[in-house]
């Protein structure tokens, strides 16, 4: 596509964060990296891997927007520590965290900017509401030819085959923030790792601590990957760290709630 019919990101960073687990993973990866490249312009993206070796490979793309940082890990993935080394790396006034496994529509990515450089009602803004899952030939064939526009015209309220909702309404997956009120409150909680728990955590503490957090009514859509349920997912974390956290923030005293910021933010240093 060229570059003028293309939607303008205004030149802001994009964290992802990503562990090859599988090859399903991996091509979800490979094929969200391409709708980008093929969708946007005015972007840079910074892609943070951590494992034991690095596997991602820069010349299947040859895309000059992407920056490949790895971070030796052979523990839990660290996806918080990753997006919060993302921000220390950026320097765009809003940044975008994004998963390696979803798509969201490329006007509601666009408003997100726009509102977060020049509205006054925002902070953070997630670019959907409820998540549908694409399986089978439909996720297939958009990962032959990543154009959003074989997404946009999923109705909701009908779900085609190979479809169906995941999420009703979700917090994390693609998420705008201001960057200095990410970093105010804290960014990513790095004492939780692996998967689950981060994105709840982080919107309750940063609701405690002010930040106008809100979401556009529209679908993100998710890529397949593993299983078409999360309760594997909630079972993976119940009675640890990931699950209390979220739950400890609203039985916090305020002054606690901005102690925790504090200390969190100092990763970023005078960032």
């Not at 490979?57 to 080394?85: A, C, E, Q």
């Amino acid at each position: 596509m060229a570059e003028a019919n293309k939607t303008s990101l205004r030149d802001i960073d994009i964290i992802v964060s990503y562990r090859e687990a599988n090859e399903e993973r991996r091509e979800n990866l490979y094929t969200v990296l391409a709708h980008l490249g093929r969708t946007y312009t005015d972007y840079r993206l910074w892609l943070l891997e951590a494992a034991a070796t690095p596997s991602f490979d820069w010349r299947r793309l040859d895309d000059p927007h992407i920056r490949h940082v790895f971070v030796p890990h052979d523990g839990p993935f660290p996806k918080s520590m990753l997006y919060n080394t993302g921000v220390r790396l950026a320097r765009s006034p809003v940044i975008c965290f994004h998963d390696a496994d979803s798509i969201a529509m490329p006007w509601a990515m666009r408003a997100c900017v726009d509102a977060l450089l020049e509205g006054p009602d925002s902070d953070a803004l997630c670019p959907y509401w409820s998540v549908i899952n694409i399986a089978g030939a439909l996720k297939q064939d958009f990962m032959a030819d990543p154009d959003h526009a074989r997404l946009a015209v999923i109705d909701p309220k009908n779900l085609p085959e190979d479809a169906i909702v995941l999420y009703p309404n979700a917090n994390g997956g693609i998420v705008f923030f201001k960057r200095g009120e990410y970093i105010r409150v804290g960014g990513y909680n790095a004492r939780l790792e692996g998967w689950g728990g981060e994105d709840d955590e982080l919107l309750r503490r940063a609701s405690r601590l002010g930040v106008r957090w809100h979401s556009m009514d529209v679908p993100l859509f998710h890529l397949h990957h593993d299983s078409a349920s999360r309760q594997e997912q909630k079972e993976s974390i119940r009675d640890t760290q990931n699950q209390r956290a979220p739950e400890a923030i609203v039985d916090m005293t305020q002054d606690e709630v901005e102690a925790l910021a504090r200390e969190l933010s100092g990763f970023f240093g005078g960032n």
